[in-house]
């Protein structure tokens, strides 16, 4: 698939992601009548260009704040986002718009996040739409939903005649039909049973390796993690509290938050092994 190219000045510089001294404050009062400020996430230090990475942690720990950032939804109170090559804070509304074709966002809850008035075929066309593409577009659509596993037929159905792990690959393939060179998957797999679970992380992984894309994997399953991304970041409570290789995370986790992390995961696998147990008894 030929990638589009935009015109003006924002064309992608690289594929990297950048945080510099990042930090994200949020005020329940003004600071001048005494409001103390909320460190949603406090100078984060990061450079996603090579390496596939995980950013993981308990609810509340800057994970989606970290997202807000990245789509320019959010400027940081300190500190710089690049995408790109592109200062965010420092780009209009317009080059932010057109950044997004470089970077893409699977969302955690695929069914509400898809328009439930349109088929798959408009949900595909849509983003091709929005960076001035009109050639070859139903190609295009083909071709990305045969990417994804999904068949030809669904096209015309609307995502309330979807199951969610077919949702899931619609807003996979949606993600995917701009060639982006970034894909950030937030909590991927956490509305999915145990065998679609599987089988979205093979196909995330079969994606990166066809595409050679930068995977920036949002979630609290470590599991998950360690199969798809090289290196593994901790937040809690906005801070960064272990950062390294997926391996040495995950077997030697040196954070308290990391390991509480590891025990969660550890007893979640058992209990989906003693779920699945009992359905297939006799």
């Excluded at 091709?128 to 037929?153: M, P, R």
Aim: charged letters at 20%.
């Amino acid at each position: 698939m030929t990638k589009h190219n935009l015109s003006g000045h924002t064309q992608p510089k690289s594929a990297e992601v950048r945080f510099e001294q990042a930090s994200v404050h949020y005020y329940s009062k003004p600071s001048w009548l005494g409001g103390k400020p909320f460190k949603a996430l406090e100078q984060l230090d990061l450079a996603i260009d090579t390496k596939n990475i995980a950013i993981v942690g308990p609810s509340g720990a800057g994970k989606s704040t970290l997202i807000e950032l990245l789509f320019g939804l959010r400027n940081p109170t300190s500190g710089e986002v690049y995408v790109c090559g592109y200062p965010l804070s420092r780009s209009s509304a317009k080059q932010r718009q057109e950044l997004c074709q470089h970077i893409q966002l699977i969302p955690q809850e695929p069914q509400s996040s898809l328009n439930p008035y349109y088929t798959v075929r408009q949900i595909l066309l849509e983003p091709l739409s929005n960076i001035g593409l009109t050639q070859e577009l139903n190609e295009k659509v083909e071709k990305v939903l045969a990417d994804v596993g999904l068949d030809l037929t669904l096209l015309d159905r609307n995502p309330l005649q979807l199951s969610v792990g077919q949702a899931q690959r619609v807003a996979i393939a949606r993600a995917l039909i701009v060639e982006p060179c970034v894909l950030v998957a937030d909590e991927p797999t956490s509305s999915l049973d145990p065998v679609s679970r599987k089988q979205i992380l093979d196909l995330l992984a079969g994606i990166q390796k066809s595409r050679q894309m930068r995977l920036i994997l949002v979630t609290h399953d470590l599991d998950a993690a360690q199969t798809l991304c090289d290196e593994i970041l901790v937040l809690d409570k906005g801070r960064v509290v272990e950062h390294g290789t997926a391996q040495n995370v995950t077997n030697n986790p040196s954070h308290l938050i990391t390991r509480a992390l590891m025990s969660a995961q550890h007893k979640s696998n058992e209990f989906t092994k003693t779920i699945g147990e009992v359905s297939y008894a006799p």
